[in-house]
């Protein structure tokens, strides 16, 4: 499984972004999918995720403001930012998990900066 994101960028606080994460392979729809994020001199944190059955749940940070959302027919998960703040401003990866297994699938990242 190859992931790829889109639709990072530089916004001014407050904004919106949508990023994308478009999936290879068969097996999507039943992979669990996390949007992960990494600030300089941070660790990476989960961010928000989704299960196959659509089960979510967020950071408390982003509670809120981010949705998580997927779309099987398009092998695609998504990440709807509102309300972007400094503090939001990271790398941002696109996860995949089969569950109950150690496969675990990464994208490349995108970048979100915040900034006025």
């Known amino acids: 499984v190859q992931l790829v994101e889109s639709g990072g960028g530089l916004v001014q606080p407050g904004g919106s972004l949508t990023l994308s994460c478009a999936a290879s392979?068969?097996?999507?729809?039943?992979?669990?999918m996390g949007w992960y994020r990494q600030a300089p001199g941070k660790q990476r944190e989960l961010v928000a995720g989704?299960?196959?059955?659509?089960?979510?749940n967020y950071a408390d940070s982003v509670k809120g403001r981010f949705t998580i959302s997927r779309d099987n027919a398009k092998n695609t998960v998504y990440l709807q930012m509102n309300s972007l703040k400094p503090e939001d401003t990271a790398v941002y990866y696109c996860?995949?998990?089969?569950?109950?297994?150690?496969?675990?699938?990464w994208g490349q990242g995108t970048q979100v900066t915040v900034s006025s």
């Open positions: 996860n995949g998990r089969r569950p109950a297994t150690s496969y675990n699938y």
């Open positions: 989704i299960t196959s059955g659509r089960t979510t």
């Open positions: 392979g068969s097996i999507f729809s039943i992979l669990v």
